[in-house]
């Protein structure tokens, strides 16, 4: 079989010879990758041109709701995968984590679109006030970014590794260009077929390179962005390309590190956490063949505990069942190909230049199935570095396969300082029971990881384990990792586009960005917000209400149906040294009887009210004095249907501004009411 790339529009053969592509498991071939001929400057344009346009004008939820549309259709079809991925030498467990792991990125994202505006730009943070008297303020904006997000991926995630970066530079309307790891590329060829048949996306909105794409960062400009997962040297001389630094090109760089995971010095043999932490070792060692950037290289433990775990995770390696991910009772296949195998024992020469092998085979393995042979199966390996704050060369050299090393400490300052000598990792994980150690260590060894993992027995059931990246936090680190963040929920937005500080007077910030910015224009309307639905309310609209004058009789009544007998709203005689001059209305009867002032009661297109936000008291008030309220629409937030008998609706952000006889704002906050539409279609 010929891989074939999709670019401009189309699918397209490459016209050399190119790279015959194996089975990791039978060395039977699979297909030929091949790019010989593309324009790469052609392509970049191409996504500028067509598929970027086309994903700026669609909304965040637009695009969010496309995304969930193809997370669908893809798990729909996720058994076909499958199928294909065991060639990789994956098993069933690690295809579920790369084909449902990528899908979920999928879903995960497109919820997210609940954060952003129903416009296709971000207002980021709250209005800067710029001037004395209020006429002149700043903003800022986010856009997207006009031209291409180019992902060169790792070969061992070849559906994940894709589908985690597409789904958050769709969801910030940039298109992307894909190029996966050659020698699992064919898998990923499957997958990008369905998601172009399916038309979901918007034409130019992705491409994929299935062969070489060297030189492609010699074509890039300053609104492109390039991420990297993979070696750090690879890493490192990507991002000192020339081009890179000319044009200023955003470069996100995820690359292998040396993870480790830390024994609590709490955590005795037959313990939760000692249990947890084996499974934890040995899951990380096999999953994947250990092909994974997040995988447990350094295992440090307390050094009265060393021949306890050696002894416990040696038994719990020998019971993995290894060969042909297709046959029943496997738990772990093979690397990605002979390639891989080679070098991973190179990798494991070195580091026995300081280490000694404790468990494991260089040279035999005993894999299950006919023609494994051929296959590029390899033993997991663990070894033992007993010094390893000299023999550094554990913290320098990674060995790309199921292999770690057990290092041992005396002090817990010192297995944070070991997990440091990495000199920056993805990920670290520690197993303890005692929430001391578990602060000390995190607040130690934060400043050299991307995420840090604390196991326990009170999280152990659900936790997604020290390997798995989430969707909504951030996943890279510093240093040797790359010094990049992928997803990060709307952080992960973010690095494709555009923050825009923006100045002028309120009533233009607000035609800006659609969003009532406080001392802008109001509209006051004769008909009342609540009396209009969705689709006729427009941001500025606004009732000014009716006033009434507090009472102490309203205060003494809203302690007692509320229960709220602070001592400033019903005692009088103790308010010596408060800020306080006489009995002070509750803040809550304030917005309580605000409700009272701009609610229409007559049924209508308001549904309900579906919260708070940002409520703030802001002067007292006493009895005697006026309040009235201006209700302003702040915002307007699209709903889709959950389904047919669903009420099509909307939610609508109102700001209730309490002011008193002086004109004085005394309470200020933003309610969120659910409006109905008037077309139900």
């Not at 932490?277 to 295992?299: D, S, W």
């Not at 026995?352 to 033993?379: C, P, W």
């Not at 040797?480 to 002028?504: D, L, P």
């Not at 233009?508 to 009396?531: A, C, D, M, S, W």
Request: charged fraction near 25%; hydrophobic fraction near 35%; aromatic fraction near 8%.
């Amino acid at each position: 079989m010929r891989l074939e790339n999709y670019v401009l529009g189309k699918w397209t053969p490459g016209d050399g010879d190119g790279k015959i592509l194996y089975n990791a498991i039978n060395g039977v071939e699979v297909a030929v990758a091949d790019s010989t001929g593309l324009d790469f400057d052609d392509i970049l344009k191409y996504g500028r041109k067509v598929g970027n346009p086309a994903l700026r004008r669609m909304t965040f939820q637009e695009r969010g709701l496309m995304l969930k549309s193809l997370a669908l259709h893809l798990y729909s079809l996720k058994d076909k995968f499958y199928q294909v991925s065991y060639a990789t030498g994956a098993t069933k467990t690690d295809s579920w984590i790369d084909i449902e792991g990528g899908i979920g990125n999928l879903f995960a994202y497109a919820s997210l679109r609940r954060q952003f505006p129903n416009e296709p730009f971000y207002v980021d943070g709250e209005a800067a006030p710029l001037s004395k008297g209020g006429s002149f303020i700043g903003h800022h904006i986010m856009v997207p970014k006009e031209g291409v997000a180019v992902h060169i991926n790792a070969f061992n995630f070849p559906v994940w590794g894709m589908l985690e970066k597409v789904a958050v530079n769709f969801l910030a309307g940039v298109p992307a260009v894909v190029k996966p790891a050659t020698i699992t590329s064919y898998l990923t060829e499957v997958v990008v077929r369905e998601i172009i048949a399916s038309k979901i996306l918007p034409e130019g909105a992705l491409q994929l390179i299935c062969g070489s794409a060297r030189g492609i960062i010699d074509h890039v400009e300053s609104q492109d962005i390039v991420t990297f997962t993979g070696s750090a040297d690879t890493g490192k001389m990507l991002k000192s390309n020339k081009r890179i630094v000319e044009e200023a090109v955003p470069f996100n760089m995820e690359a292998d590190s040396l993870n480790s995971s830390v024994l609590g010095p709490d955590v005795e043999p037959g313990s939760p956490e000692f249990d947890l932490f084996i499974k934890e070792v040995q899951r990380e060692m096999t999953v994947k063949c250990g092909q994974k950037c997040t995988a447990i290289r350094r295992v440090i433990v307390p050094e009265d505990k060393l021949e306890d775990v050696q002894i416990a995770l040696a038994n719990r390696l020998s019971k993995t069942t290894i060969g042909d991910p297709q046959i029943e009772g496997v738990r772990m296949g093979a690397l990605a190909g002979k390639e891989q195998v080679n070098e991973v024992r190179d990798r494991v020469e070195e580091l026995l230049a300081t280490s000694e092998l404790v468990y494991g085979s260089m040279d035999q393995v005993d894999a299950q199935g006919d023609g494994t042979e051929n296959g590029a199966f390899i033993s997991p390996l663990l070894l033992v570095n007993n010094d390893p704050l000299n023999n550094l060369s554990t913290h320098e050299i990674e060995a790309f396969g199921p292999v770690s090393t057990l290092l041992p400490y005396r002090t817990l300052d010192e297995a944070v300082e070991i997990t440091k000598l990495g000199k920056g990792s993805l990920v670290c994980s520690m197993a303890t029971y005692n929430d001391s150690h578990a602060k000390e260590f995190v607040l130690g060894a934060a400043s050299h990881h991307g995420r840090i993992l604390v196991l326990n027995r009170d999280c152990a059931k659900e936790s997604t384990g020290h390997g798995s990246p989430m969707p909504l936090l951030t996943h890279g680190g510093p240093g040797r990792a790359g010094g990049g963040e992928e997803m990060g929920g709307k952080r992960g937005v973010f690095h494709y586009m555009q923050r825009t500080a923006i100045q002028g007077s309120p009533t233009t910030l607000t035609h800006v960005t659609n969003q009532y910015q406080v001392g802008g224009k109001q509209n006051e309307t004769e008909i009342h917000p609540f009396r209009k639905h969705f689709e006729d309310l427009e941001v500025g609209d606004t009732v000014i209400t009716a006033k009434h004058t507090v009472t102490e009789s309203d205060i003494s009544n809203f302690a007692n149906v509320s229960g709220d007998n602070f001592y400033a709203h019903v005692d009088a005689t103790s308010l010596e040294g408060t800020i306080f001059e006489q009995r002070v209305a509750h803040g809550y009867f304030v917005l309580s009887k605000a409700a009272g002032l701009f609610v229409e009661p007559r049924k209508g297109p308001v549904l309900l009210n579906y919260g708070i936000e940002e409520c703030r008291f802001t002067k007292p008030v006493y009895p005697g004095m006026t309040i009235g309220v201006k209700l302003t629409v702040k915002e307007k937030v699209e709903q889709e249907k959950k389904n047919e008998e669903d009420i099509a609706k909307g939610i609508v952000k109102f700001l209730v501004d309490v002011y008193d006889e002086s004109d004085e704002t005394v309470a200020i906050a933003t309610i969120l009411t659910m409006v109905k539409k008037k077309n139900q279609d």
